[in-house]
């Protein structure tokens, strides 16, 4: 192959390269851009990230309101999640059963005016089935402010069990703060979540279960303390499958690699199986797989992201495998080109599905590729497959020497006769 052909082959993938950028930089936008306005949308239908505080108790001897500690609480989470997508995002939707039963004891020897104060996680929400009751009984409520205020009698030494709860949508994580004014003493504490889903994981700034176990498709976290002084949440955070846009950008920005991958395999491939590709044909296969990330670009949107990806993925292969069906003819080299399109542009397109393996996924492929190539072309003679030019022979820059000339004919010396 001659040095003209190779500079041609790489400006074809500088321009393919560019290409790819170009794409994928117009699918982040889409994904940014429409998510903005259809997470504002699907965060009013379904409410946003759920944060419910624990809630504070007053006590009013002689009309001064006093903090009231809280002796115990019994906290129930119930979750059942319903994912939602628009357009090349997913969104953690969920309806969440919220029940709770605080334990409280006066600190006096008198009755008094005990005030609940229940702030809701967002006072633009919906809570159905809210109330208060105590041992037993429902109080009055009196809403303001995205808060609900409940008063009750409490009989000097008595110990009241008020009980509150309601049933709402979130999206994203939920979270419970058992201590509302910072660090502070959270005494015989008890909270359970039930999920009917199997993949989990907490807040940066959350709180571990202290226990666990499987339950069918879900799970049962326990956080259970019989005293300890912290400030920090107890959370969980809603799973979501690969988000379309995102994803389609990472795979549109790494094809370039792939086509560098699979060119380079082509050059050794017809170098040393006599098949002759004119960098045209290389033109040709790199729009081919270009055809792929663009036909998952505008599907992903459309249909499930791995319905998509099959679709593209099939299409990219026929056109590569039947326009060189063409070219070189049904043989051994065409098998070969096959299997390379499946590998760099099929499977390492499809390693980004699995978070945090993508780059192990082409490292072993690179070694995978490397180690079958230098095993095919161990015996080849590159100075065949690349012959030299033969060096052009020296050109003297003197002029060449002349014939002297003839002595003028004399009297005694006749004129020399030429030929």
């Given at each position: 192959m001659s040095?003209?052909?190779?500079?041609?082959?790489?400006?074809?993938?500088?321009?393919?390269?560019?290409?790819?950028?170009?794409?994928?930089?117009?699918?982040?936008?889409r994904?940014?851009s429409?998510?903005?306005?259809?997470?504002?949308?699907?965060?009013?239908?379904?409410?946003?990230?759920?944060?419910?505080?624990?809630?504070?108790?007053?006590y009013?001897?002689?009309?001064?309101?006093?903090?009231m500690d809280?002796?115990g609480?019994?906290?129930?989470?119930?979750?059942?999640?319903?994912?939602?997508?628009?357009?090349?995002?997913?969104?953690?939707?969920?309806?969440?059963?919220?029940?709770?039963?605080?334990?409280?004891?006066?600190?006096?020897?008198?009755?008094?005016?005990?005030?609940?104060?229940?702030?809701?996680?967002?006072?633009?929400?919906?809570?159905?089935?809210f109330?208060?009751?105590?041992?037993?009984?429902?109080?009055?409520v009196?809403?303001?402010?995205?808060?609900?205020?409940a008063?009750f009698?409490?009989?000097?030494?008595?110990?009241?069990?008020?009980?509150t709860?309601?049933?709402?949508?979130?999206?994203?994580?939920?979270?419970?703060?058992p201590?509302?004014?910072?660090a502070?003493?959270?005494?015989?504490f008890?909270l359970?979540?039930?999920?009917?889903?199997?993949?989990?994981?907490?807040?940066?700034?959350?709180?571990?279960?202290?226990?666990s176990s499987?339950?069918?498709?879900?799970?049962?976290?326990?956080w259970?303390?019989?005293?300890?002084?912290?400030?920090?949440?107890?959370?969980?955070?809603?799973?979501?499958?690969?988000n379309?846009?995102?994803?389609?950008?990472?795979?549109t920005?790494?094809?370039?690699?792939?086509?560098?991958?699979?060119?380079?395999?082509?050059?050794?491939?017809?170098?040393?199986?006599?098949?002759?590709?004119h960098?045209?044909?290389?033109?040709?296969?790199?729009?081919?797989?270009?055809?792929?990330?663009?036909?998952?670009?505008?599907?992903?949107?459309?249909?499930?992201?791995?319905?998509?990806f099959a679709?593209?993925a099939?299409?990219?292969?026929?056109?590569?495998?039947?326009?060189?069906?063409?070219?070189?003819?049904?043989?051994?080299?065409?098998?070969?080109?096959?299997?390379?399109?499946?590998?760099?542009?099929?499977?390492f397109?499809?390693?980004?599905?699995?978070?945090?393996?993508?780059?192990?996924?082409?490292?072993?492929?690179?070694?995978l590729?490397?180690?079958?190539?230098?095993?095919?072309?161990?015996?080849?003679?590159?100075?065949?497959?690349f012959?030299?030019?033969?060096p052009?022979?020296?050109?003297?820059?003197?002029?060449?020497?002349?014939a002297?000339?003839?002595a003028?004919?004399?009297?005694?010396?006749?004129?020399?006769l030429?030929?």
């Amino acid at each position: 192959m001659s040095g003209k052909r190779l500079f041609a082959i790489s400006v074809i993938f500088i321009l393919a390269a560019f290409a790819w950028l170009v794409l994928a930089g117009s699918v982040q936008i889409r994904s940014v851009s429409t998510g903005d306005r259809l997470g504002d949308s699907v965060g009013g239908l379904w409410g946003s990230a759920q944060t419910q505080r624990a809630p504070s108790f007053r006590y009013s001897p002689g009309g001064t309101a006093n903090p009231m500690d809280v002796a115990g609480s019994d906290i129930a989470a119930d979750f059942q999640l319903t994912q939602r997508r628009k357009g090349l995002l997913w969104y953690a939707t969920y309806v969440v059963d919220f029940k709770a039963a605080y334990t409280l004891k006066n600190p006096v020897d008198h009755a008094v005016e005990t005030t609940m104060t229940f702030d809701f996680p967002d006072a633009g929400g919906t809570y159905d089935g809210f109330a208060v009751k105590v041992d037993g009984a429902e109080v009055p409520v009196v809403y303001r402010e995205g808060k609900a205020y409940a008063t009750f009698t409490m009989l000097p030494g008595a110990t009241a069990s008020v009980v509150t709860g309601y049933r709402t949508n979130g999206m994203d994580r939920w979270v419970y703060v058992p201590s509302p004014g910072g660090a502070g003493v959270v005494r015989d504490f008890k909270l359970v979540m039930a999920t009917d889903f199997a993949t989990i994981d907490y807040p940066a700034d959350g709180v571990s279960p202290t226990s666990s176990s499987k339950t069918g498709s879900g799970w049962n976290l326990v956080w259970s303390y019989s005293s300890v002084v912290s400030g920090r949440p107890i959370g969980l955070v809603m799973p979501v499958p690969p988000n379309p846009g995102p994803l389609v950008a990472r795979i549109t920005a790494f094809a370039p690699v792939s086509l560098l991958f699979f060119f380079a395999a082509l050059v050794l491939l017809t170098a040393t199986s006599g098949v002759k590709l004119h960098p045209v044909h290389y033109g040709f296969l790199a729009a081919a797989f270009f055809a792929f990330d663009l036909l998952l670009a505008y599907l992903a949107d459309q249909v499930d992201i791995n319905v998509a990806f099959a679709i593209a993925a099939v299409t990219s292969v026929a056109l590569v495998v039947g326009y060189l069906w063409v070219v070189v003819g049904r043989n051994r080299a065409l098998l070969e080109i096959a299997v390379c399109q499946l590998l760099f542009l099929v499977l390492f397109s499809y390693s980004f599905f699995f978070s945090g393996i993508t780059g192990l996924a082409v490292t072993v492929g690179s070694v995978l590729t490397l180690a079958f190539f230098m095993g095919k072309t161990a015996r080849v003679d590159w100075e065949t497959v690349f012959p030299k030019k033969p060096p052009r022979p020296m050109q003297p820059n003197w002029p060449a020497p002349q014939a002297p000339p003839s002595a003028p004919a004399t009297a005694d010396r006749p004129a020399r006769l030429e030929g």
